[in-house]
């Protein structure tokens, strides 16, 4: 862990700065680093992936159990300042990549800090990709944890039911502002998300297109944003009344188990390709 003074030298050497807009805000807090890996459940020789490292923060604390662990970082900079760091350390392999187009699915426990204005993005494409996903812990800003558990009004949206429904979330710890530097305008949390028992991946695709196709246009009913999926109206009729849902509904009057029957019937046509 790198402390202010470090973290500005590293900037005056590399002749640039933390960029605030990009969520470049590093953890100085020793207590809180060692609290967000406790948290994760590690087992030896697990393998384990880092989202957006930065400085090592988490990297270092992770490094001093028995794993191996992969990092993916964007930045160049913060790429080879961990390659230099842990040039001794076989158990890192860091890889510069925008983690929303990494394609290494296999990790079934993430871990890491992610960036205020792609946190949702992050999430969805971890659940959407990472097949064997089971558990992560991640620190995000307190009001984007709350977006992802709203199931209600203007922050209810797809992503937000497939969470509800095949995981569940838990807030560990809130996060002081003064833990970082450069500090940022507003607190943290810290939460843990771990796969259902008996979720069922496919399942949890076919739920997530069902959402999204409902939710695309929200001022329409859910009649009309199925006809995008189901190009049949009769269908689309017996659909709704299988499962006992009005026609002029709309998707955020929906709950979550709307949701999944609907998924169910939508599946009886054979007309998602997962």
Wanted: proline content about 1%.
């Amino acid at each position: 862990m790198l402390n202010k003074d470090e973290i500005k030298d590293f900037f005056i050497l590399e002749s640039s700065h933390a960029k605030k807009e990009l969520g470049q805000n590093f953890l100085i807090d020793e207590t809180v680093i060692k609290n967000i890996v406790s948290s994760l459940n590690i087992n030896d020789n697990d393998e384990i992936l880092e989202i957006g490292p930065g400085l090592g923060a988490l990297t270092g604390e992770l490094l001093n159990k028995n794993i191996t662990l992969t990092a993916v970082e964007y930045d160049q900079k913060f790429v080879n300042f961990l390659n230099n760091c842990y040039s001794k350390n076989n158990n890192l392999v860091v890889i510069k990549n925008n983690f929303l187009t990494y394609k290494d699915y296999k990790f079934s426990k993430i871990i890491g800090n992610l960036p205020y204005y792609i946190t949702t993005d992050i999430i969805e494409h971890i659940v959407k990709h990472f097949f064997n996903f089971k558990e992560g812990v991640f620190m995000v800003q307190n009001e984007a944890l709350n977006r992802l558990l709203s199931l209600k009004g203007k922050d209810y949206n797809a992503l937000n039911v497939l969470l509800s429904y095949a995981y569940d979330i838990k807030k560990l710890f809130l996060v002081s502002k003064n833990s970082f530097f450069p500090i940022p305008n507003v607190d943290s949390v810290v939460f843990k998300i771990n796969i259902k028992k008996d979720s069922d991946y496919r399942f949890n695709l076919a739920l997530l297109k069902v959402c999204k196709t409902l939710f695309k246009l929200r001022r329409k009913t859910i009649f009309n944003n199925f006809k995008t999926m189901i190009k049949d109206e009769n269908t689309i009729k017996e659909v709704l009344k299988s499962t006992s849902l009005k026609e002029n509904m709309r998707a955020e009057e929906l709950s979550v188990n709307d949701f999944v029957n609907l998924t169910k019937e939508v599946l009886k046509l054979h007309i998602i390709s997962l």
